[in-house]
């Protein structure tokens, strides 16, 4: 009873281990224990349970959609996946650490999962081809609003400028990128404005 209250104001049953309920009752370890022995429940004890909104039997599966349900909401709101590995969500939920495991642990996921993920707008694999997508988006931005991919190096205010110091690595970098970096020269080439070399207006 405890369980199916909680289900109904929460909408799911991601109870954690350590949760207690007012009169003291210790529903997340009884949550556990339910899970651990699964196949020694009679079919009706099974049935009450899976009856639950946001019920699953394994709680790591229940993380993981718990996870996916942040970052495509993020992804829906921002029109992307770019979310800093400190990010947490108003809920409490670490979501920039989710995503970082995801990442690291792609090889252990399913395909479902993976191509769940590669369904989000703007999600990638790689961290650093997600921080190389994010200032490429700004660049484009940049140009369309000045007409040009000159970007100083400095803030009005004199601080660093993270996008312009970002432009100055691209350029240096190029007679060092790989063949595999066509498709990157290509889509720097694409925006309108751009030049691998500049005068003193980009320094």
């Given at each position: 009873h405890h369980l199916e209250e909680y289900s109904k104001l929460a909408g799911d049953c991601r109870v954690p281990q350590g949760y207690t309920t007012a009169d003291g009752g210790r529903l997340g370890a009884?949550?556990?224990?339910?899970?651990?022995?699964?196949?020694?429940?009679?079919?009706?004890?099974?049935?009450?349970?899976?009856?639950?909104?946001?019920?699953?039997?394994?709680?790591?599966?229940?993380?993981?959609?718990?996870?996916?349900?942040?970052?495509?909401?993020?992804?829906?709101?921002?029109?992307?996946?770019?979310?800093?590995?400190?990010?947490?969500?108003?809920?409490?939920?670490?979501?920039?650490?989710?995503?970082?495991?995801?990442?690291?642990?792609?090889?252990?996921?399913?395909?479902?999962?993976?191509?769940?993920?590669?369904?989000?707008?703007?999600?990638?694999?790689?961290?650093?081809d997600a921080r190389w997508e994010k200032q490429y988006s700004e660049l484009r931005a940049f140009s369309e609003r000045e007409g040009h991919c000159n970007v100083s190096q400095r803030t009005a205010n004199g601080d660093r400028s993270t996008l312009g110091q970002w432009v100055s690595v691209q350029r240096g970098a190029r007679g060092l990128l790989s063949a595999s970096s066509d498709e990157r020269k290509q889509r720097l080439e694409s925006i309108p404005g751009w030049r691998w070399s500049v005068g003193r207006a980009s320094k």
């Open positions: 009884w949550l556990h224990l339910q899970r651990s022995k699964h196949d020694s429940l009679d079919a009706a004890q099974c049935a009450r349970l899976e009856s639950l909104a946001g019920w699953a039997w394994d709680p790591y599966a229940d993380k993981w959609e718990e996870g996916f349900l942040h970052l495509e909401a993020f992804a829906m709101e921002a029109g992307n996946c770019d979310v800093l590995r400190s990010h947490v969500t108003t809920g409490g939920f670490k979501l920039g650490q989710w995503i970082n495991t995801q990442r690291t642990k792609r090889k252990n996921l399913s395909d479902d999962r993976c191509s769940r993920l590669e369904a989000l707008p703007g999600w990638v694999w790689n961290a650093l």
